[in-house]
């Protein structure tokens, strides 16, 4: 079943539900099935992951990095990622994402030069001020990455302090 929610319908005072209807729409079977709930109370669940809040900040994402300990993903456009990009993620655009996620690892190595994520992997989305990247999560959240997370500074927080 799929459902089409409202950001008021996810009125927690932790959540950051998406306004865009094609992101909305989850599964609530899904969401059900991996257990994931949101930190803010959401009504009937929300597409977080269990037990944290999905964000990631610059001081956590500098410590994931520098242990290997996650990996990065940058889901702006080619030509943005092209202009300048924090070292070491890979260049997904938010629109080819589901498919990525969901190819052979084979085909995902060919086309992005870098082994798949496994389900379990920590991974960190980034965007230029956050809210592809918030898409980003939830969408690698609903396909079963249970360690996906937002650098909810984005791009424009990376350059302005570590660039």
């Known amino acids: 079943m799929v459902t089409t929610m409202s950001p008021t319908t996810w009125a927690g ?24 709930r949101c930190g803010g109370g959401c ?18 994402l500098r ?14 456009s080619r ?5 300048g990009t924090i070292p070491g993620a890979i260049n997904i655009p938010v629109s080819e994402l589901e498919s990525a996620l969901q190819m052979e690892p084979a085909a995902f190595k060919g086309l992005y030069s870098a082994e798949k994520p496994k389900l379990e992997e920590n991974l960190i989305f980034f965007c230029q001020m956050g809210k592809r990247g918030l898409q980003a999560t939830q969408l ?15 791009y424009r927080e990376w350059l302005q302090k570590e660039g």
């Open 43 to 60: 009504a009937g669940g929300g597409a977080f992951a269990s037990g944290s809040e999905p964000t990631v900040s610059l001081p956590e």
């Open 13 to 36: 005072p932790m959540c950051r539900w998406p306004s865009t209807p094609a992101i909305a729409r989850i599964s609530l079977a899904s969401v059900r099935s991996t257990g994931n």
């Open 140 to 154: 690698a959240q609903s396909l079963g990455y249970k360690g996906a997370r937002n650098y909810e500074g984005a």
């Open 63 to 76: 410590s994931l990095l520098a242990s290997g300990r996650a990996r990065l993903f940058d889901v702006r």
């Open 79 to 83: 030509e943005e990622a092209a202009a």
